[in-house]
């Protein structure tokens, strides 16, 4: 499996949870970005949205929501004549609702915190090969 080189945003306010993250992709050799919000990461999309390989969506952060910053994406993209990039939620709530929001909102998939390696392994594979 060959991931190196790939360009992933995290946004994700909480730092245990990034630290969580960012040790599962450095096994795999991906050194992820951080947005601490959703406005930072709508920020940090737009300025270089074409680099973006795949972005993980905290639902739940200060400013702007990931559901918002979402749906703030896919207007930009939308905009802009832009290909859609792939973007997957990440929630504490594994609820069927949460999920149908993330759908909703524009989000490609959904994963569910604490993240389980095989499913984020599995997430990778299905979306950045």
């Not at 970005?33 to 795949?54: C, P, R, T, V």
Request: with cysteine.
């Amino acid at each position: 499996m060959e991931f190196s080189g790939k360009q992933i945003l995290i946004a994700e306010d909480n730092m245990a949870n990034q630290f969580v993250i960012k040790q599962l992709l450095k096994k795999i050799d991906i050194t992820p970005e951080f947005a601490k919000n959703g406005q930072e990461a709508i920020d940090m999309y737009k300025s270089k949205h074409s680099e973006w390989d795949l972005v993980f969506m905290d639902c739940k952060m200060p400013v702007i929501d990931g559901y918002e910053a979402t749906e703030t994406i896919r207007q930009f993209e939308q905009d802009n004549g832009l290909d859609k990039g792939i973007i997957v939620g990440l929630s504490a709530n594994a609820f069927t609702g949460s999920t149908n929001e993330a759908i909703t909102s524009g989000m490609d998939d959904y994963l569910t915190k604490p993240i389980d390696r095989d499913k984020l392994m599995q997430l990778l594979k299905q979306y950045l090969q």
